[in-house]
């Protein structure tokens, strides 16, 4: 017997809010600030020499803080759940938007403002990952209740394990189809920023205001819709599936039962203990070693947020290099070395790079739905996160070893938009399939309800409370996915991890820093060392590692599964 499930656990509301405010919004304001920083050291602050040494300089100390806060909002997040830590970042950004265009001196108060930003940056990226499982995920009880009548193998032991534990596609509502929309929202987010938040210091300037007046204007009046999208989420996210008791006072209140949050037998067994903060970030790490999913994911992670510094930051750089390169910049006589110059430097070069990244971020959101539904389709071995890395590992080579950026001229070649669709293919799926990956692993743990841990590897208790026992069913479990990498048979001695969604959302970020941090650094002095299409030579060997990795994952789970049938 069928029963009929809905797409989503989250009402209608949380839903919107989540799509609407929470994941368009996470980017806006980063683009904002990172496209209009430049302007406040220049004319803000007045320094016109070494600003682009300052604005680096700013990015990497917000990059390095980011790595830091991502793990340890989502651990917070654990215990105050994601609405209240949605609601402190944003308004921690609105904040920081406010202080930031008060700085008199780039070090250290625009530093500090850019820092503050930073903390609370790390928190709205964080709770896109964090809010997705729990706007589609089901609880376990809801999934026993619902999964019963349908699977009457569960009360038949004779059959085979693998028999009983066969993926039922309908078990959990498919946050990969929802992935896909947010990877849309998200860009639509970039969108937002260019079109409404950057041309403010040119409109308010139109209305009589000075250079330095406008720039302050334009920071209030986005500070102030950040603290409008934090009420907005503060509303609009009450009551989200296994998040109704969590809350600000879980920061302090001692270790008793309290079902839905983080103490009782939703975390600890028998209600006894709850996770220290840090080896709730350390089981969110252990996982990415214990579960083919989590794995995945992370590492999508990584290479989702390397291509969108591979894409935003080099592309540019290449383009300006070759122009400088070939003689081509005579606008002017700046040599045009940093990124941020080349709309001054060489007008050329900057409407080509704009050219060929438009193309790639208008694919990129066009591509998006699809990945989402496809995610859905392919849970098992991931193909559409295997093409856009197949795509990505094409795309970046052939991108660094084209002799031309330019699409027409005697240099010039039309497939130059080819190699930059594939460069957007490849972001968004990277994005949108790790999010759906990661979901769908965290959601497999909530619908068994379960994951097992060797005794003793984390303080519990021997006696679990047959009162406080979670249903489980065996049909919402995937084998070959989720048991021969998470140990061997349950013990006596059980961890439940379903409420660790933030944590292994911060580990997800962590990752994805840890991604940034080395494409821009590595890429950055092999470009001035060895050639300026290592930069995509190392993007196209990122996409290849997760290719190669989510195939051999593919490969072992499919013979495990075959010799567990035997």
Not at 48 to 65: I, M, N, S, Y
Not at 354 to 381: C, D, H, K, N
Request: aromatic share 10%.
């Amino acid at each position: 017997m069928s029963v009929h499930r809905p797409l989503f656990t989250a009402t209608r509301t949380q839903t919107l809010t989540y799509l609407l405010a929470v994941c368009p919004f996470s980017i806006a304001f980063l683009v904002f600030i990172n496209s209009s920083i430049s302007f406040v050291v220049t004319e803000l602050i007045g320094v016109h020499q070494g600003e682009g040494d300052a604005v680096g300089t700013l990015g990497f100390a917000d990059e390095l803080l980011a790595l830091v806060a991502c793990p340890l909002w989502g651990v917070l997040s654990d215990r105050i759940g994601v609405r209240h830590t949605c609601v402190a970042g944003y308004g921690i950004i609105g904040v920081a938007l406010f202080v930031f265009v008060q700085a008199k001196n780039v070090y250290p108060q625009l530093l500090l403002g850019r820092l503050l930003f930073s903390i609370g940056g790390a928190a709205v990226s964080t709770m896109v990952t964090a809010v997705l499982p729990a706007v589609t995920g089901r609880n376990r009880e809801q999934e026993f209740h619902a999964s019963e009548p349908a699977n009457p193998q569960n009360d038949a032991p004779w059959l085979d394990e693998n028999e009983r534990a066969e993926p039922q596609p309908s078990t959990y509502a498919p946050s990969s189809r929802l992935a896909g929309f947010v990877g849309a929202c998200a860009g639509c987010g970039a969108l937002i920023s260019l079109v409404v938040f950057l041309p403010l210091p040119a409109r308010f300037q139109e209305w009589g205001l000075s250079p330095s007046q406008s720039i302050q204007s334009s920071y209030y009046l986005v500070g102030v819709v950040a603290f409008l999208i934090s009420i907005c989420c503060l509303i609009g996210l009450r009551n989200l599936p296994g998040e109704e008791k969590k809350s600000w006072s879980s920061l302090w209140s001692s270790g008793e039962s309290t079902e839905g949050g983080l103490s009782g037998p939703s975390c600890a067994v028998g209600g006894r203990s709850r996770f220290p903060y840090l080896n709730q970030l350390g089981v969110a790490v252990a996982l990415g070693f214990r579960n083919r999913d989590i794995f995945i994911g992370y590492l999508g992670g990584f290479v989702a947020r390397a291509s969108s510094v591979g894409i935003s930051l080099f592309i540019p750089l290449f383009v300006n290099h070759y122009y400088r390169m070939s003689g081509l910049c005579h606008d002017n006589h700046r040599d045009g070395s940093s990124p941020g110059e080349i709309k001054q430097s060489c007008p050329k070069a900057y409407v080509l790079a704009s050219i060929l990244t438009g193309v790639s971020q208008l694919v990129a959101l066009m591509v998006a739905p699809a990945f989402g539904y496809l995610s859905e389709r392919s849970r098992q071995y991931h193909l559409p996160l295997l093409f856009a890395c197949l795509c990505g590992t094409v795309g970046y080579t052939a991108f660094g070893l084209m002799p031309s950026p330019k699409f027409n001229g005697p240099d010039g070649t039309p497939g130059v938009f080819v190699v930059m669709a594939l460069l957007g293919i490849s972001q968004i799926g990277a994005i949108v399939c790790s999010l759906a990956v990661l979901s769908n692993g965290i959601l497999s743990m909530d619908a068994t309800g379960r994951i097992p841990m060797q005794v003793g590897e984390f303080e519990t208790s021997s006696n679990v409370d047959a009162d406080h026992a979670q249903p489980t069913t065996e049909t919402s479990r995937e084998p070959d996915e989720q048991q021969s990498l998470l140990g061997k048979t349950s013990t006596p001695s059980t961890q439940q991890l379903s409420h660790l969604k933030g944590s292994i959302a911060g580990v997800y970020s962590l990752y994805g820093g840890a991604g940034i941090l080395i494409l821009t650094k590595l890429g950055g002095l092999l470009f001035d060392v060895l050639s300026s299409g290592t930069p995509f030579y190392i993007m196209a060997g990122f996409n290849g590692t997760l290719l190669l990795a989510g195939v051999i994952g593919g490969l072992v789970s499919r013979w495990r599964k075959s010799i567990s049938l035997e």
